[in-house]
């Protein structure tokens, strides 16, 4: 899904890591504010190899939401529909919470701390 930043907003969204590559090409070239992905971080993974063997910078890609919403323990699709949109208007207006994308990054980081202590100690 991604969001223009000029009137009308209008969502764009596919299924799927792959149908929407040539959607996903364009947003990424494209002024927007939001351009988010669902999937797996395993599946968004794949997407961000895929980017980068297309020629696209990790500038270009960090732009990605994904997985896409903030946390708020969504569970059904009317949830998860909200806690998308939630993110959405936390982006536009720029507000502090964090999204689950950010939220996985600053986990595996402090991980990576971690590990780097433990090893550092032995």
């Not at 929407?20 to 599946?43: D, E, I, M, N």
Request: with cysteine; glycine share 8%.
């Amino acid at each position: 899904m991604f969001m223009p930043h000029t009137a009308p907003w209008r969502p764009r969204a596919g299924s799927g890591a792959r149908p929407q590559t040539t959607g996903r090409l364009a947003a990424l070239a494209a002024p927007v504010f939001y351009l988010g992905c669902l999937g797996s971080t395993r599946t968004h993974a794949k997407r961000v190899d895929r980017l980068t063997q297309d020629g696209f910078t990790p500038d270009q890609i960090a732009k990605i939401h994904a997985p896409v919403g903030l946390d708020i323990g969504a569970r059904t699709p009317a949830e998860i529909a909200v806690c998308i949109m939630a993110e959405i208007i936390n982006v536009l207006r720029g507000g502090p919470a964090l999204a689950l994308s950010e939220q996985i990054r600053h986990e595996r980081a402090q991980r990576r701390d971690r590990v780097e202590r433990s090893h550092a100690a032995a």
